[in-house]
């Protein structure tokens, strides 16, 4: 099938499309689009960048179009920006509708949210976090919309069904229709076998995975390098990686493994003269927004992040990666090194390797079958001569503002209210569940 309208999209929707260039359908979107409108339940495996959101978001629009009510779907995400992005694909393709949709993530005022959810938009795009301290701590006035949705969809689903966000999934489950009553899409860039086991459990899931998407994993235009480094001047290497020609005036992304390491780098680099914005956890919401913009709109060069941004994320003409740290899971890596090279377009990948991380380069060579080579441009002597004081002065002093303005003090202070949280709602839970004594009983009857 070669257009939208033959897939059996509604007119509203291709007229929408066309309105934004998107005339053809993917090979996701072509498999599940026919199969998600018939009723079906679907499971779509693809690569990032492949159109996702669109083979989810247009048959829920096409059957919310047909019966509006309330709160119509619930598309769970990993991540704020993520939830943000496909925020922004819904409200695009629905707008000739006045669709209404609300993003629901954390770092965001939860009087204000809890609200904006009672108002019961259409579609409700969130964190699974955030989503869960509402169902917790909000009322029933606030959650009795999602009682009654005809569409859940976990995006990203391998990370959802991951151990990280078993209880925050448990708790919004318990709140949703059954899963007779529903339809549930889970998309996915790595269709792991937690994801796959969940057809054995369900006769009418629908399963589309591209062939073979291991042997495509990278593509044939990204160049893989590797630095091998002490782990005590990994911040000067970075500079003189940042410095070579090849690189000195590219869009790029460096990935860490943890926020302290971002935000340090963010400062360092700063004082060392280059264009960059950050991305983690740590930060406010407003600012993780500002500085995706920032970094889509060239004011800034580089970007630092965590693995919030290794999936997902649509950020166009990235032209190389550095993974600074080596994640510990291979497919980690392979979602890291895939925000560049994207639709036939060239790129670089450079991993900083410490005399520690061997074990973590062979398993990541052994899962994209192939061999990182050595990235030849790089002269101790210059390192020597021309980096190695200037990035230790800034990297001190990055360090020293961040112990005087207590940085990670909130994550802390998040970390206590949260187990807080859960203590006082176990004690409830406990209040609630405790068996009637004899004397409680008699003491009832006899009122009664």
Same mark, same amino acid.
């Given at each position: 099938?070669?257009?939208?309208?033959?897939?059996?999209?509604?007119?509203?929707?291709?007229?929408?499309? &066309?309105?934004?260039?998107?005339?053809?359908?993917?090979?996701?979107?072509?498999?599940?689009?026919?199969?998600?409108? /018939?009723?079906?339940?679907?499971?779509?495996?693809?690569?990032?960048?492949?159109? /996702?959101?669109?083979?989810?978001?247009?048959?829920?629009?096409?059957?919310?179009?047909?019966?509006?009510?309330?709160?119509?779907?619930?598309?769970?995400?990993?991540?704020?920006?993520?939830?943000?992005?496909?925020?922004?694909?819904?409200?695009?393709?629905?707008?000739?509708? &006045?669709?209404?949709? /609300?993003? #629901?993530?954390?770092?965001?005022?939860?009087?204000?949210?809890?609200?904006?959810?009672? =108002?019961?938009?259409?579609? #409700?795009?969130?964190?699974?976090?955030? +989503?869960?301290?509402?169902?917790?701590?909000?009322?029933?006035?606030?959650?009795?919309? +999602?009682?009654?949705? *005809?569409?859940?969809?976990?995006?990203?689903?391998?990370?959802?069904?991951? &151990?990280?966000?078993?209880?925050?999934?448990?708790? @919004?489950? !318990?709140?949703?229709?059954?899963?007779?009553?529903?339809?549930?899409?889970?998309?996915?860039?790595?269709?792991?076998?937690?994801?796959?086991?969940?057809?054995?459990?369900?006769?009418?899931?629908?399963?589309?995975?591209?062939?073979?998407?291991? =042997?495509?994993?990278?593509?044939?235009?990204?160049?893989?390098?590797?630095?091998?480094?002490?782990?005590?001047?990994?911040?000067?290497?970075?500079?003189?990686?940042?410095?070579?020609? @090849?690189y000195k005036d590219?869009?790029?992304?460096?990935?860490? !493994?943890?926020?302290?390491?971002?935000?340090? +780098?963010?400062?360092? $680099?700063?004082?060392?003269?280059?264009?960059?914005?950050?991305?983690?956890?740590?930060?406010?919401?407003?600012?993780?927004?500002?500085?995706?913009?920032?970094?889509?709109?060239?004011?800034?060069?580089?970007?630092?992040?965590?693995?919030?941004?290794?999936?997902?994320?649509?950020?166009?003409?990235?032209?190389?990666?550095?993974?600074?740290? @080596?994640?510990?899971?291979?497919?980690?890596?392979?979602?890291?090194?895939?925000?560049?090279?994207?639709?036939?377009?060239?790129?670089d990948s450079i991993?900083?390797?410490?005399?520690?991380? @061997?074990?973590?380069?062979?398993?990541?060579?052994?899962?994209?079958?192939?061999?990182?080579? $050595?990235?030849?441009?790089?002269?101790?002597?210059?390192? #020597?001569?021309?980096?190695?004081?200037?990035?230790?002065?800034?990297?001190?002093?990055?360090?020293?503002?961040?112990?005087?303005e207590n940085f990670?003090?909130?994550?802390?202070? &998040? *970390?206590?209210?949260?187990?807080?949280?859960? !203590?006082?709602?176990?004690?409830?839970?406990?209040?609630?569940?405790?068996? *009637?004594? $004899? *004397?409680?009983?008699?003491?009832?009857?006899?009122?009664?």
């Amino acid at each position: 099938m070669s257009t939208f309208h033959e897939l059996g999209v509604a007119d509203w929707l291709c007229e929408s499309l &066309n309105s934004m260039k998107i005339h053809k359908p993917t090979s996701i979107q072509a498999a599940c689009i026919p199969e998600v409108l /018939k009723g079906k339940d679907c499971i779509g495996g693809a690569k990032t960048g492949s159109g /996702k959101t669109i083979a989810f978001g247009l048959p829920m629009l096409h059957k919310w179009s047909e019966d509006p009510f309330g709160v119509y779907g619930l598309v769970l995400t990993p991540t704020r920006e993520l939830a943000l992005q496909i925020a922004e694909q819904f409200s695009a393709v629905g707008s000739s509708m &006045n669709i209404r949709v /609300k993003v #629901i993530v954390g770092g965001e005022d939860m009087i204000e949210q809890a609200l904006a959810i009672q =108002k019961k938009p259409h579609f #409700i795009i969130a964190t699974p976090g955030r +989503l869960a301290d509402h169902i917790l701590n909000s009322g029933e006035d606030t959650i009795n919309g +999602l009682r009654r949705i *005809k569409f859940l969809v976990l995006d990203e689903a391998d990370r959802l069904l991951s &151990n990280s966000f078993g209880k925050d999934l448990d708790r @919004i489950f !318990n709140v949703l229709p059954d899963s007779k009553k529903r339809q549930t899409l889970l998309f996915t860039a790595t269709v792991t076998d937690a994801v796959r086991s969940l057809k054995d459990k369900n006769d009418k899931v629908f399963v589309h995975e591209i062939e073979s998407v291991d =042997k495509f994993i990278i593509p044939s235009t990204l160049s893989l390098y590797y630095i091998f480094v002490p782990s005590y001047v990994k911040e000067a290497y970075l500079n003189e990686v940042l410095n070579l020609d @090849i690189y000195k005036d590219k869009v790029g992304i460096i990935f860490v !493994n943890r926020t302290k390491t971002a935000e340090m +780098l963010r400062r360092m $680099l700063r004082k060392l003269e280059f264009r960059v914005t950050s991305l983690h956890s740590e930060m406010p919401q407003t600012e993780r927004v500002n500085s995706i913009q920032r970094f889509k709109a060239n004011a800034a060069k580089i970007l630092i992040a965590t693995d919030v941004a290794s999936r997902g994320l649509d950020i166009p003409n990235v032209e190389f990666v550095i993974n600074f740290d @080596i994640p510990a899971d291979p497919d980690d890596f392979v979602h890291r090194v895939g925000r560049t090279a994207r639709a036939g377009k060239k790129g670089d990948s450079i991993t900083v390797v410490g005399e520690k991380d @061997i074990e973590r380069v062979l398993a990541i060579e052994e899962r994209i079958n192939d061999k990182l080579k $050595l990235l030849e441009d790089i002269s101790d002597n210059k390192l #020597i001569k021309d980096s190695l004081k200037s990035t230790s002065d800034a990297k001190r002093e990055s360090l020293i503002e961040m112990e005087n303005e207590n940085f990670g003090e909130r994550r802390q202070i &998040n *970390k206590r209210k949260h187990i807080e949280r859960e !203590n006082e709602n176990s004690k409830v839970m406990k209040k609630r569940n405790k068996p *009637k004594t $004899l *004397k409680s009983v008699k003491h009832k009857s006899t009122s009664s």
